[in-house]
């Protein structure tokens, strides 16, 4: 019985999940792809853990039968997309994305027609359908390299995040159109917050997300892609101690990869003492067994959609090859 988006059986709380996910991969020639967001039992018994662009890319290769992605709902999508024959798998159809929830198709093709002659770069944190109205799908880690390929006079749309658009429009020099769309988890990290625990931690070092605001990124000291930020942590020789701005499932790759070193996540604008996706922790290894073991719940996607979709991130993951990402 599917329910809420995932599928409703009993499970022995004796049983040895791990155990039993791992025996299950191997016997079904299925992948487990975890985004660095996930809880920390997840990512240690994932196949490969990554941000979007990595993920990608590592669904594109894959020889596995089945691809189970424990993410959320559009990098699934990307998934499927790339791999139309596979079977690919969700733990949760509920784990959504608030930044894709903001940029509705019919609105965006309105906004795009009152655009013409313009060139339209979306993040990859978008739906297949908003994907299939693009011309190239961009990451945290390539959307510079990819916005300068292009002349400075041709005009580009950047959605939907418009922090992210505004930090390359300022890092670039362009004047790209934003959709205004935004993440939630990057949209309500403190600034005063942030200053506090600057002062309460004067060696620290503040790495953030280019989607977090702009008043934020202004505080930073270094500002990258997910997997930048971990980098920065491993190769840094200028102190150990660092403020995390955005969501605080890196911490536990960051602390696996530098356990001498310290890490602070950045505290919301909320009573919370940390920031997390609710979308991405809807995923557990009860529901990534359940998955496994019965195939359930697959992504299904329409031949037509996914023919659209495939070309924007066909020219992505090409462009990345290009520029060595």
């Not at 660095?36 to 039968?65: F, H, R, V």
């Not at 093709?109 to 359908?129: D, R, W």
């Not at 990258?224 to 790759?253: C, M, P, R």
């Amino acid at each position: 019985m599917l329910y809420k988006g995932y599928l409703e059986v009993e499970i022995d709380p004796a049983l040895d999940l791990v155990k039993e996910i791992n025996y299950l991969k191997k016997e079904k020639r299925a992948v487990l792809l975890a985004h660095y967001y996930q809880n920390p039992d997840i990512q240690d018994i994932a196949d490969y853990i990554g941000d979007s662009l990595g993920l990608a890319q590592q669904a594109e290769k894959t020889k596995a039968e089945i691809i189970l992605f424990a993410g959320v709902h559009f990098m699934a999508e990307t998934a499927k997309i790339l791999n139309p024959s596979k079977k690919v798998l969700i733990p949760d159809l509920k784990a959504g994305c608030s930044l894709a929830d903001s940029c509705p198709p019919d609105r965006f093709a309105e906004f795009k027609a009152k655009h013409p002659n313009h060139v339209v770069l979306s993040y990859i944190n978008c739906t297949a359908e908003i994907k299939a109205l693009s011309d190239v799908i961009v990451t945290s880690t390539n959307a510079v390299q990819i916005v300068e390929s292009f002349p400075k006079s041709q005009p580009i749309i950047f959605a939907p995040d418009k922090n992210l658009g505004a930090y390359i429009n300022k890092k670039t020099g362009r004047n790209m159109v934003l959709w205004d769309g935004a993440c939630m988890v990057h949209e309500i990290f403190s600034l005063e917050k942030l200053i506090k625990l600057k002062h309460q931690n004067p060696k620290a070092k503040i790495i953030a997300h280019p989607e977090c605001e702009a008043p934020l990124l202004e505080q930073a000291d270094f500002i990258g892609s997910t997997t930048a930020l971990l980098n920065y942590t491993k190769k840094s020789e200028n102190g150990d101690e660092f403020i995390v701005v955005t969501e605080t499932g890196i911490l536990h790759q960051m602390q696996k990869a530098s356990p001498s070193k310290t890490f602070i996540p950045a505290p919301p604008n909320n009573n919370c003492a940390c920031n997390d996706c609710p979308y991405m922790k809807l995923n557990t290894l009860e529901k990534i067994y359940v998955a496994l073991k019965y195939e359930q719940p697959e992504l299904v996607m329409s031949a037509e959609l996914i023919e659209k979709a495939k070309a924007p991130i066909r020219n992505m993951l090409d462009l990345s090859a290009k520029f060595g990402l």
